[in-house]
């Protein structure tokens, strides 16, 4: 029997200089591609802040007309009544059902109308009204300036010599700006509404309780936090969106990709928000009070 042949030698074994040298050649590869990265978003922030700069200009300079305001607020507000109200009412439902087995563990089951209440007017409230504002109203204008983009519409509009930022960008931001804080307030009311029918009709805790400790433990402060929060929380919306908008790449989808982007990028500015205007208030709390004991 013949032995088995054996494999040849490699002819050009890699040297020790071939790696090192392919090393470095992926290595610079990784930062030409980090620094394209890089100089794409810092191009990207620089330009949206020229855009906030154009918004705030035509904003005080002049006021946008009737007929493409009261559209927008009619769009913005009064259709996102019903899915914020819905939400709010079953946000409040289910913290009632979070919290009463925990509660009843330490005897603290009438509390529930201070935590309810407490964690709707300062956090669910505004981070939930402005949820649904970015994902019915934010991708809605980033696809619907989109589309005037990728049809020529805003380019017809400078050649007609209107101003396509006080035409299309102030009313909806106006209308954000404006109407979130009653969208907060509608979430507010239905969220305490809707928790105080669950612990109280359906847990059977007793109501007088329920609404004393609600009344000991949440203040106007609480309202004016959540509120302030919603008013940043919607104009970061419509910057975002409107930008996005006007941004879009050509073809339908880049129209999707900018309705897509609108949404989550505003998603991830309002939690970031969330996280530094809490830390704001409550330093502006302590401040004013500096006594006051409860903060939660």
Avoid at 8 to 17: E, F, G, Q, R
Avoid at 76 to 88: D, E, F, H, K, Q
Avoid at 206 to 227: C, K, P, Q, T
Avoid at 269 to 275: H, P, Q, V, W
Wanted: charged share 10%; glycine share 8%; aromatic share 14%.
């Amino acid at each position: 029997m013949s032995s088995p042949p054996s494999q040849a030698a490699n002819p050009h074994p890699v040297s020790l200089m071939d790696r090192l040298s392919g090393m470095i050649a992926d290595l610079g590869g990784a930062v030409i591609l980090w620094r394209d990265v890089i100089i794409v978003w810092i191009e990207t922030i620089g330009d949206a802040t020229l855009f906030v700069w154009r918004i705030f200009s035509w904003l005080f300079s002049r006021l946008p007309l009737r007929g493409t305001l009261f559209p927008a607020f009619y769009q913005i507000g009064v259709l996102s009544l019903p899915v914020v109200a819905l939400t709010g009412t079953f946000i409040g439902m289910v913290l009632a059902v979070q919290t009463y087995t925990q509660f009843r563990l330490i005897g603290f089951e009438s509390r529930l109308g201070a935590v309810i209440n407490m964690s709707l007017l300062r956090e669910l409230g505004p981070v939930l009204a402005a949820t649904m504002l970015a994902g019915r109203i934010g991708s809605s204008m980033a696809a619907e300036l989109g589309t005037m983009r990728v049809t020529e519409q805003i380019d017809a509009l400078i050649s007609m010599g209107s101003n396509p930022i006080h035409y299309l960008v102030i009313p909806r931001f106006l209308g954000c700006l404006l109407l979130i804080p009653s969208l907060t307030v509608m979430a507010d009311f239905m969220g305490v509404a809707g928790g105080f029918f669950y612990s109280v009709i359906i847990l059977d805790i007793d109501s007088f309780h329920y609404w004393n400790n609600a009344r000991e433990f949440v203040a106007v402060w609480d309202l004016f936090y959540g509120i302030t929060k919603s008013v940043f929380f919607g104009a970061t919306i419509a910057i975002v969106s409107c930008y996005r908008g006007f941004h879009c790449t050509p073809g339908a989808e880049g129209v999707g990709r900018a309705a897509t982007a609108a949404f989550v990028y505003s998603f991830v500015l309002i939690l970031i928000l969330d996280l530094f205007l809490g830390i704001l208030l409550d330093k502006m709390y302590y401040f004013i009070w500096p006594d006051s004991p409860k903060l939660l």
